[in-house]
């Protein structure tokens, strides 16, 4: 149907084209193209407003692990020789689904929200006994604050996770969605440490939709990931020991729609763990 449409449209400027160059004249330019709509930001007040109420959560979650291993060996591409570099490979990756609920209500007579949060999915565990990075739900219940900033004018937040510690930060509103940088807490060593949230909001929609990306850079021992260091060349009996040290590199990307239900509850309720995939 596409085809024939298009064919269409191709006869019939042919044609156009024709007639004006029998009469003399140059074909008309094309029309200048339409000028984009503007984005349009409603008030913070209002956008708040519209998380009022109880939401279901569903969604993943994606993890990737990459390790700098000083004592991995590489193949040069140019001579073919094994050599050892100082290389990132990926070392494992992993998703999970996501379930949860929130209730959140109006504080005061002003444009504050509180919200109950219980989200949560499988637990991931390295054989060491410690989780990685998201391999367990810091959100299993949380609480979260939101309010308007009365100098900026955006909208200031504050999560607090299952262990009681804060997580600040401010957003700023761009049409329908929220966009933070919240700053990383409770991360000793990390080197480097990225989070990024964005939440869109459309007036009237059943759906709203959350996606959360954190990345960090570290430094740690083997041994954090695996029980004992190992040869350098494992067949050769006077092969030194590998390096104990090695540079990580993780990435987490969190992802669900908030599914607005009719009926608010007084906090948010259990949820069933989902099936490990």
């Given at each position: 149907?596409?085809?024939?449409?298009?064919?269409?449209?191709?006869?019939?400027?042919?044609?156009?084209?024709?007639?004006?160059?029998?009469?003399?004249?140059?074909?008309?330019?094309?029309?200048?193209?339409?000028?984009?709509?503007?984005?349009?930001?409603?008030?913070?007040?209002?956008?708040?407003?519209?998380?009022?109420?109880?939401?279901?959560?569903?969604?993943?979650?994606?993890?990737?692990?990459?390790?700098?291993?000083?004592?991995?060996?590489?193949?040069?591409?140019?001579?073919?020789?094994?050599?050892?570099?100082?290389?990132?490979?990926?070392?494992?990756?992993?998703?999970?689904?996501?379930?949860?609920?929130?209730?959140?209500?109006?504080?005061?007579?002003?444009?504050?929200?509180?919200?109950?949060?219980?989200?949560?999915?499988?637990?991931?565990?390295?054989?060491?006994?410690?989780?990685?990075?998201?391999?367990?739900?810091?959100?299993s219940p949380a609480v979260i604050l939101a309010g308007?900033?009365p100098t900026s004018g955006g909208i200031r937040v504050?999560?607090?996770?299952?262990?009681?510690?804060?997580?600040?930060?401010?957003?700023?509103?761009?049409?329908?969605?929220?966009?933070?940088?919240?700053?990383?807490?409770?991360?000793?060593?990390?080197?480097?440490?990225?989070?990024?949230?964005?939440?869109?909001?459309?007036?009237?929609?059943?759906?709203?939709?959350?996606?959360?990306?954190?990345?960090?850079?570290?430094?740690?021992?083997?041994?954090?990931?695996?029980?004992?260091?190992?040869?350098?060349?494992?067949?050769?009996?006077?092969?030194?020991?590998?390096?104990?040290?090695?540079?990580?590199?993780?990435?987490?990307?969190?992802?669900?729609?908030?599914?607005?239900?009719?009926?608010?509850?007084?906090?948010a309720a259990a949820v069933t763990p989902p099936a490990?995939?």
């Open positions: 149907m596409s085809g024939l449409h298009s064919g269409t449209l191709r006869a019939a400027l042919f044609v156009s084209v024709l007639a004006a160059g029998r009469a003399g004249a140059q074909p008309h330019a094309s029309p200048p193209p339409a000028p984009e709509e503007a984005v349009v930001t409603p008030d913070p007040d209002v956008w708040l407003g519209q998380l009022v109420g109880r939401f279901r959560f569903d969604g993943a979650i994606h993890h990737e692990e990459t390790v700098d291993d000083p004592d991995r060996d590489e193949t040069d591409e140019v001579t073919g020789l094994t050599v050892r570099k100082h290389t990132p490979w990926h070392l494992n990756s992993w998703t999970q689904p996501i379930q949860g609920k929130a209730d959140c209500i109006a504080v005061g007579d002003g444009p504050g929200l509180q919200c109950v949060v219980n989200v949560i999915w499988p637990e991931m565990w390295r054989s060491t006994g410690k989780a990685q990075l998201g391999g367990v739900s810091d959100m308007l900033a504050l999560l607090v996770d299952h262990k009681g510690l804060a997580h600040p930060g401010s957003t700023t509103l761009s049409g329908d969605s929220a966009n933070s940088s919240p700053p990383c807490v409770n991360t000793p060593g990390v080197q480097r440490c990225k989070q990024t949230v964005k939440l869109t909001a459309k007036p009237g929609a059943a759906h709203m939709y959350l996606v959360i990306s954190t990345g960090v850079y570290f430094r740690r021992d083997k041994t954090d990931r695996k029980q004992f260091l190992e040869k350098v060349e494992p067949n050769n009996p006077y092969s030194p020991m590998e390096n104990s040290m090695e540079w990580v590199e993780e990435d987490l990307d969190v992802s669900f729609s908030l599914q607005r239900e009719s009926q608010a509850a007084d906090g490990s995939r």
